[in-house]
């Protein structure tokens, strides 16, 4: 049996949902969560493919953090590529505007709160 070596194991690519095909209820859906919703923060204010998915300070650990950028990928609301080691990520803004004209915005500066 070959040795496997450290730079041999492969993972799949991620799949992605394009925002013209993702309801406004699953957007909201995927937002309310407040993980997600800082992760969508974050994102909004750093360059499109410099943050790495570890480099996100939130309170989960690393499965349920690949969990979250599922979700936010299934509503269309981020995009993912590898790079080596890393995977990286953008927030698909302008695909996101043209879906949903303010919603972005309204969401990244709202004060989350409901009331």
């Known amino acids: 049996m070959p040795k496997q070596t450290a730079g041999a194991r492969h ?5 992605h949902t394009d925002p013209k ?9 995927a ?3 407040p993980v997600r919703l800082q992760l969508v923060r974050e994102l909004a204010g750093s360059a499109d493919w410099t943050r790495s998915c570890g480099s996100f300070d939130v309170p989960v650990g690393k499965a349920a953090l690949s969990h979250h950028f599922s ?3 299934d509503a269309g609301v981020v995009e993912q590529r590898d790079e080596g080691p890393r995977r990286v990520n953008r927030l698909r803004r302008e695909e996101f505007e043209a879906r949903f004209p303010g919603l ?3 969401l990244i500066h709202g ?3 409901a009331g």
């Open 71 to 73: 979700v936010l990928r």
């Open 31 to 33: 937002l309310a969560d």
């Open 21 to 29: 095909d993702v309801s406004v209820l699953t957007v909201l859906s």
């Open 104 to 106: 972005l915005d309204l």
């Open 11 to 15: 993972r799949a690519a991620p799949i």
């Open 111 to 113: 004060d989350g709160d």
